[in-house]
């Protein structure tokens, strides 16, 4: 157990929805990230915040978008889902936001948009 | 093309075997370097890293890995493999141009275990 917890653990929804995936960080840590993986586009890094700051952007498409809270955890919000955002999406954690300290994964939400 | 190349999809090994998985990286500078482990229905776990100095590093659960800047090479090792390795390995690096702390992951290699 990595302390780090998502929610739900499984969402299946329709196309055009809107869902939020939660993230709550392991005590203490101050930064979040998000990953995406995927069978075809493998695991990529969506976003990083830093204490409630975003810090580092990537292959994050429009549709979505993150903010985290005062209390630090972190929301993942995707809107109007499309078939190939099917994915499992992972929120990592760490002490600090710079590359020198690990990354704690959780176990993840899986998304299945039907 | 910056890229993590991990050049076997999937890996079959005895049990008691040794292992060795393949990791190689293109970018300019050496980048911060890592593996980790997913197995099923699970998050991903940090085995090791490598920032700087001894090029051999030790991990978690035996596992060891090689930085070898000749060859932009990160490759993992286990000197005896046992049923409960059997997971999906993801080497990973942080590059450095525009600071970002993401990791750039390669495609992962499969590792199954026989007995």
């Known amino acids: 157990d990595s302390g780090v917890t998502q929610t739900p653990k499984h969402l299946i929804t329709a196309t055009g929805q809107r869902v939020t995936l939660r993230c709550s960080p392991r005590?203490?840590?101050?930064?979040v990230y998000w990953y995406q993986q995927s069978l075809d586009q493998g695991l990529q890094f969506l976003i990083q915040?830093?204490?409630?700051?975003?810090?580092a952007k990537g292959n994050i498409l429009e549709r979505f978008s993150a903010q985290q809270f005062p209390d630090l955890h972190s929301e993942l919000n995707l809107s109007s889902l499309e078939l190939g955002d099917s994915a499992l999406y992972f929120c990592?954690?760490?002490?600090?936001?710079?590359?020198?300290?690990?990354?704690?994964f959780g176990p993840g939400t899986r998304l299945t948009v039907t | 093309a910056q890229s993590v190349t991990q050049p076997d999809i999937h890996i079959t090994v005895s049990e008691g075997a040794s292992l060795e998985l393949r990791c190689n990286y293109s970018y300019g500078a050496t980048p911060y370097l890592f593996w980790y482990v997913q197995s099923p229905g699970q998050g991903l776990q940090l085995l090791l890293k490598?920032?700087?100095?001894?090029?051999l590093v030790q991990g978690i659960k035996g596992f060891e890995a090689e930085f070898k800047r000749s060859q932009s090479s990160f490759n993992l090792r286990k000197p005896s493999v046992h049923w409960s390795d059997a997971a999906e390995y993801f080497c990973a690096v942080v590059p450095f141009s525009g600071g970002y702390n993401k990791l750039i992951f390669g495609a992962g290699t499969r590792l199954a275990v026989h007995p």
């Open positions: 490598y920032f700087s100095g001894d090029t």
């Open positions: 990592a954690s760490s002490v600090e936001g710079r590359t020198e300290y690990e990354q704690y």
């Open positions: 915040y830093y204490n409630g700051e975003e810090r």
């Open positions: 005590s203490g840590d101050l930064s």
